[in-house]
T-cell receptor, first 112, second 110 residues
Framework: DAGITQSPRYKITETGRQVTLMCHQT?????MFWYRQDLGHGLRLIYY???????DKGEVPDGYVVSRSKTENFPLTLESATRSQTSVYFC???????????FGNGTRLTVT | DAKTTQPPSMDCAEGRAANLPCNHS???????VYWYRQIHSQGPQYIIH???NNETNEMASLIITEDRKSSTLILPHATLRDTAVYYC???????????FGQGTTLQVKP
């Protein structure tokens, strides 16, 4: 089915481990985004990408790495997970700069 | 990117119109106003957006003041399923990135 999918839906990891959250969209949208959502902070932009091989930092990029080798995929990697990165992570995509975002269903990450 | 200010919470009676205000006094000429909502822990859902003119779709209407410093989202006949957090966002047409604020929690009551 067409759409934007995130995997896994739930993930528990330990402090210091590397973990990668996947985001895949089937629309060939140019723009993709990663947000995190914590209680009391709303959604905060981590990284975004305007096209394959083009990425840029958002509001809270520290501790995260992204890549965009293919248009349809935008993985988010926590190189050494910390408890403060426990959060719900949302991926989004859109076809044009001013067009609405389409969000995935989120990944709930717990770092113990 | 321009910031937005929204009331933290609002109530609305079922069947009545819900009018959600948003201030964006520092908006620049090429920035759109977007509205999204988030129900429980689902991904945010797009509602409507506009640049200068008022807009209407099957979900809602967006009224933007002439000076573009504020806007109002109108849900014409609110239902219990419209209970959600509503985000007003001003987006940069240059980068496409949207910065979310705290939003307004709308509670629709029977």
């Amino acid at each position: 089915d067409a759409g934007i999918t995130q995997s896994p839906r739930y993930k528990i990891t330990e402090t210091g481990r590397q973990v990668t959250l996947m985001c895949h969209q089937t629309w060939s949208h140019s723009y993709m985004f990663w947000y995190r959502q914590d209680l009391g902070h709303g959604l905060r932009l981590i990284y975004y990408s305007a096209a394959a091989d083009i990425t840029d930092k958002g509001e809270v990029p520290d501790g995260y790495v992204v890549s965009r080798s293919k248009t349809e995929n935008f993985p988010l990697t926590l190189e050494s997970a910390t408890r403060s990165q426990t959060s719900v992570y949302f991926c989004a995509s859109t076809w044009a700069r001013e067009a609405p975002l389409h969000f995935g269903n989120g990944t709930r990450l717990t770092v113990t | 990117d321009a910031k937005t200010t929204q009331p933290p919470s609002m109530d609305c009676a079922e069947g009545r119109a819900a009018n959600l205000p948003c201030n964006h006094s520092t908006i620049s000429g090429n920035e759109y106003v977007y509205w999204y909502r988030q129900i429980h822990s689902q991904g945010p859902q797009y509602i409507i957006h506009g640049l200068k003119n008022n807009e209407t779709n099957e979900m809602a209407s967006l009224i933007i003041t002439e000076d573009r410093k504020s806007s109002t989202l109108i849900l014409p006949h609110a239902t219990l399923r419209d209970t959600a957090v509503y985000y007003c966002i001003v987006g940069s047409g240059n980068t496409g990135k949207l910065i979310f604020g705290q939003g307004t929690t709308l509670q629709v009551k029977p």
